[in-house]
Each structure stands twice: as C-alpha cells, then as structure tokens.
C-alpha cells in the first residue's frame, strides 16, 4: 500500500461538495428542484466514499502533509493551502461526510414543500465544504478559513426562514455570540504567529518548548497559557462552552436537518477537534488544562439541568448536546483528547440520529414540536420509535451502546487525572449521568408512550416550514417518507455497533499516535486507563456494577414513573422548587444579563465614541475645527486686502524695511556697542 496519499484525491474530497454547491445555489432554478439535489447528494456521496478509501489509506500506514497552493509570502511568513491528513483528521472526513449525507438524504423528505428547496441544498454543502477544509488543514490560516466559513454558513442556515423575526433574532445571536470567542481565538494565532514566526501546525508545535519558557510581556502570566486560552476562547464560542453557549438552543429556530448538521459532526465540534489538534500546546500549560476542565464540567451539569425543564423536542436535543459537548471538554482538559474525539465521534452519530428522529416526529405531528401534545406515536411511527430509542440508550450511555464506551471512558479518564479541577469535574461527569438519562427518557416516553395527547389538539399557528398548515386534514401521525426514515436506519447502526468494534485502536491502540501528544509523566490519565483495559466486551459486562449504569438505569426508572405512572410528583415538584424551576426557565438569566447588562455597556460605550469621540472630537475638532481655524486665519488677512494700490505699496515699503533690519541689526547692535 502506498505510503503517501494522492493530492488529487484529497483535493475531490472537498472539492465535490463545493461543485454542489455552486450548481445548485447559482443554477437552482435552471436544474429544479430534484436536480439540486441530486448534484448535492452526490458531490457527498462523492466526498464520502473517496474519505473512506483515505481512512482504508491512513489505515495501512499512509500519510499527507504537503502544500496545496501557495497564496503568499510575507518575509519568512508563508500563508498557502496545505492538507495534513493522518488518523485525526481521516475520521473527522468520514464522520463529517456520512452524517452530511444522511443529512443531504434526509432533506428531501424534510424540506420537499418548502420554497427554498434549493437554496437550503445549496448551504448545507457549502457547510460541509467548509468543514472539511477546517478538519484537512495544515496550517492555521486554512483553519481560521474553515473556522469562519462553517460560522458563516450557520448564520444563513439558521436564518433561513428569514421572514420568521424569531429566525432572524437567532442567527444574529449565534453571529454575535461567536464573534466573541472569535477574537480570542484570533488573539490565539496572533501570538503563535508573533512567537514562533509560522502558521504551519508542525513548525508551531516544534517551537512548543521554546514557547513554553517566555513570559507574556508585562506580566508573569507564561505566554504559553495565555496562548492556549486564547484559542479556547474561540472553542468556547464555536462549541457552545459556558458562558458562550447561548447561541445554540435559539439556533433551533432553523429547519431541522441544519440543527443535526450544526449540532452532531460539523460547527459545535470544530472547537473539540482544534484542541486535540493542538495537544502539543496544551500538554505544555496545566493551568489552561484546568481552566477547561472547570469550563467544560460547568457546562456537562449545568446545561444538563436545563434540559429537564424543556417541552420543545429539538430543545431538549439542544440541550442535551451542550450537555455531550461538556463531557468531550472535560476530557480535553485532562489531557485525554483521543477520549474526546472518540465520544466526538459516536456523538455525531446518535445526536444526529436524535436531530433526526425529532424532526420526523415533527412532520408527523404535523410540524408541532410540544412533546406535552404527543404520547402513544410508538404505533403510528415505528420506525421512528425504534431509531429514536436506540439514539437514547446510546446518548445515557448503555452498556454495549456506542455512547457506553465513549461516556465511561471519559468518566475514567477523569477519575485518573491529577489536576487540581479534577475532583469537580469528576462529580459534574458522574452526576450528568443520571440528569442524562432523566431529559433524554422523560422525553422519549412523553413522545412515545402512554397517553395519546394529540387528539382535537389545534394545529400550531403557523408550521415549521412557515406556512399555515390548516387543511382540514385529521390530526393524527403518520410514519415519514423513506427519505426520512432510511438515514435514521443507516445512522442508528453505528449508534449501536462502532464504539464496540473501534475503542480498543482508537483508545488503546496507535491510531491516533501522530495526531496527538500527551505527556504521560504529568498527565497520566490515558496509561492509568489503558492499563485497566481489557476489552470492549469485558468493559460493557464490569459496567454493569458501576456507579455511572446505577445511574443511568434511576434516570430512566425516575422518569419513568413521573411521566407515566405518577404526573402528580413533577407537578408537585415543580410546584415546591418554583423558585428553582423560574431560573432554569430564565436559562441562569444568561441572556437577560447579556441583553441588559452587557449589551447596554456595549451600547454606552459605542454612544460615548459617537457622540465624544466621532461628532466631539474627529468632526467638531479635527475637521470642523480646523475649517474654522482656516477661515478664521482667512477673516483677519481678508482685513489686509483693501483694493487700493497706494496701501499695498505701504506694505511693501515696511515689509523691506522690517526684512532689512533683519538683516543688518546685528551690524547695526556691534556699532551701537562701540
């Protein structure tokens, strides 16, 4: 087998989404609708399989590090297109093109009557173009390129029902939200570009050590540290970390299949992926490390919380998806980042079959997303039903299920680590356990269980799609097209089998043994962990008597018996915990301090420079100021202009006069001295 990859086959991987891209958004109307897609569905389907022969490729020993295109040179600085492909980043090619194309699939069904059919394929493979040139990059301009993009993307996605005011309000949220971690994250490169003089991956990483002995200018901080957090910052907002989550429960107000797209193997892990790609940079700064320990265990618990008191079934996923990304940032953060990637990777699986399923139970209720209003769609929906529940039992972790290996390799790697954060952070993994499998089976049994709730319920005022969808038709549900059904088939089988078949190589083995650095000796948790490894099979069997399944099974049993034998108990809960209950609806009050509090120093502050710095001092001083000096200087010399030839030769005469005693004073002072 070859040991180095073809150029022109990585160039094709993101290359056919583009191509689909272009078509369907420039000649939408000239292919149709059905043509849109099909140039979409199979730039992906293109995309997918040649990222599968890489991974076969990189398998058998091949890797890619190598310049594509050269764009500039800046002293020694070169800015280019380079593709580094090893273990990291082939998987991140295979998940991010599979679960684009379930999504691409799953569109057709899902958006078949919606006016911008074609505009919407557009986007979703511009998306997965962007994505991929971020995971395939060598160098951190194409990073910050990709970083962007899938930003960029997800701002028109989650608009695109643009007449909708809460849409617009939302990706407008998202933008704003994610500009912030932006700029740290820009701050991050800038200091890696000050410092080490490139912005190749490699040549950074080889100048780690040297990094690691400087001191920011102008304080003690190590500038290593502040490098690191810098670039975290800009995980933080991409990946939805406390407090820079806020974005990402509103952007539910895009159609669904983008809320799969963002929310399980694209934008929300782009931040996951980047730290485990600058292991190198991290494993030098245990005070980073703790830093997102500490960020990533606020967010497993704390958005977990959040996710009990939801009745929007796509919030409930939403929110379930912060949960996951706060487990994969604990990881991180305890040096164990093939960990983070592993549960990156069955997460994208089981979150987008839950996006999914979500969404086809959607459109069977006839676009009403009120999990209240369900009940019983178990007989009207069972393919649905089936995908859904496999999806759940992976995301609280069953043993066996893909979610299983990947959670409780996180909750062991936390335990093993040494950090001062650790023991926080191995309570907020351990107590998510059980607030997991509550939300995730509290809605799983109010959607497909016991009371039907549906009956002469009024239809929603207006439809997911934005149209009134009052046509006198029963309301009562009805399974999904093969469109719909099929990805959720195909997604709910990795969601069951890859974490069994892939945690030995990718956890225990030397599949990641280029792509990520870990210092054994300071951060031991990864060799603590594979020295107790014995297996997939012998892991699933031990969990059984483990703290985490006690949990997770009291999750399941608690919310089974609040939602199906006893409603009295959560209503009489909620009732005594109101308090409580009001900041969990009120989301920590995070969004009215960001509207209230910062945004009203924000438009203080952008007041103060208008009005004092703007009109005072540019225009009134600098330009206005000067016009008047100028036409004042003009005022008194316009006096001196009097028309009359006898007074400007009275002029000329003094001014030789006053010019020759200039002149000759000094003769004249040396006579008088005499």
């Known amino acids: 087998m070859s040991a180095q990859l073809s150029q022109n086959l990585l160039l094709a991987v993101p290359l056919a989404p583009l191509v689909g891209a272009v078509v369907a958004g420039f000649f939408g109307k000239a292919i149709g609708r059905s043509g849109a897609h099909i140039v979409t569905c199979l730039g992906v389907l293109i995309s997918f399989v040649l990222s599968a022969m890489v991974l076969n490729d990189v398998l058998g020993g091949a890797r890619f590090n190598a310049t594509i295109y050269e764009w500039m040179v800046l002293g020694d600085l070169k800015m280019e297109v380079g593709f580094l492909v090893d273990g990291l980043t082939a998987m991140m090619m295979c998940v991010v093109t599979f679960v684009s194309l379930m999504v691409h699939v799953y569109t057709i069904g899902y958006m078949a009557e919606d006016p911008g059919y074609q505009r919407f394929f557009s986007y979703i493979s511009l998306f997965t173009f ?221 979150k987008a079959l839950l996006f999914l399923g979500a969404g086809s139970v959607i459109m069977g209720m006839h676009h009403d997303q009120d999990i209240r209003n369900m009940g019983g769609l178990r007989k009207y929906m069972p393919i649905t039903w089936l995908t859904s529940l496999l999806g759940s039992l992976a995301l609280i972790g069953t043993p066996f299920f893909s979610g299983f290996y990947s959670k409780d390799s996180i909750i062991e790697a936390v335990h093993a680590s040494q950090l001062p954060a650790a023991h926080w952070a191995y309570f907020a993994v351990v107590a998510g ?121 009291a999750g399941v049993v608690v919310a089974y018996v609040f939602y199906m034998v006893a409603p009295s108990i959560p209503a009489a809960i909620a009732k005594a915990l109101s308090p409580v209950i009001k900041v969990l609806e009120n989301k920590y009050y995070l969004d009215w301090f960001n509207e209230n509090v910062l945004a009203a120093a924000a438009r203080g502050l952008g007041t103060g420079l208008w009005k004092g710095g703007d009109q005072g001092l540019i225009d009134g001083v600098l330009i206005n100021g000067s016009a008047r000096a100028v036409g004042g200087i003009a005022g008194l010399t316009r006096l001196l202009q009097s028309g009359y030839i006898y007074w400007y030769a009275l002029v000329m005469l003094l001014g030789l006069f006053g010019l020759l005693t200039w002149q000759l004073w000094p003769d004249l002072a040396g006579l008088m001295g005499r």
């Open 433 to 553: 356990v059980f607030v997991t499998a509550f939300y995730s089976f509290r809605m799983y049994f109010l959607v497909f269980h016991g009371k039907e709730h549906f009956h002469h319920k009024p239809f929603p005022p207006e439809d997911d799609h934005g149209h009134d969808d009052h046509h006198g038709h029963d309301h009562t549900p009805h399974e999904s097209p093969w469109v719909v059904t099929v990805p959720l088939v195909l997604l709910a089988i990795p969601s069951v089998v890859i974490g069994y078949f892939t945690i030995g190589p990718m956890l225990h083995g030397d599949f990641f043994k280029d792509s990520i650095v870990v210092n054994a000796a300071a951060h031991p948790a990864m060799k603590v962990m594979s020295e107790g490894f014995h297996g997939a099979m012998a892991m699933a069997t031990h969990a059984l008597t483990t703290l985490p399944f006690v949990l997770a099974l």
């Open 130 to 350: 962007s994505m991929l040139m971020l995971v395939m990059s060598n160098n951190f301009l194409q990073l910050f390129f990709g970083w962007e993009a899938v930003g960029l993307v997800s701002y028109l996605l989650i608009g695109f029902w643009y007449k909708k005011p809460t849409a617009i309000f939302a990706n407008m949220k998202a933008f704003l939200v994610n500009r912030v971690g932006d700029f740290g994250f820009i701050l991050g490169i800038g200091l890696i570009v000050t410092y080490a003089g490139t912005l190749s991956y490699n040549e950074a990483f080889a100048k780690g050590p040297e990094l690691a002995k400087l001191v920011f200018p102008g304080t003690d901080w190590m500038l290593i540290t502040v490098t690191c957090i810098c670039l975290f910052i800009g995980a933080m907002g991409k990946s939805a970390q406390f407090p820079l989550h806020v974005w990402l429960p509103d952007s539910m107000e895009g159609p669904t299949p983008i809320s799969a797209l963002i929310h399980a193997a694209t934008m929300v892990t782009a931040g996951i992926f980047m730290v485990a790609r600058m292991s190198p940079l991290f494993e030098l700064s245990d005070t980073a490390l703790n830093f997102v320990l500490v960020i990533g265990a606020i967010t497993a618990l704390f958005m977990g919380f959040l996710g009990i008191i939801q009745n929007d079934i796509k919030r409930v996923v939403a929110y379930s998806t912060l949960s996951q990304l706060g487990y994969m940032t604990v990881a991180l953060g305890v040096s164990a980042y093939s960990v983070a990637v592993f549960h990156l990777m069955t997460h994208a699986f089981f």
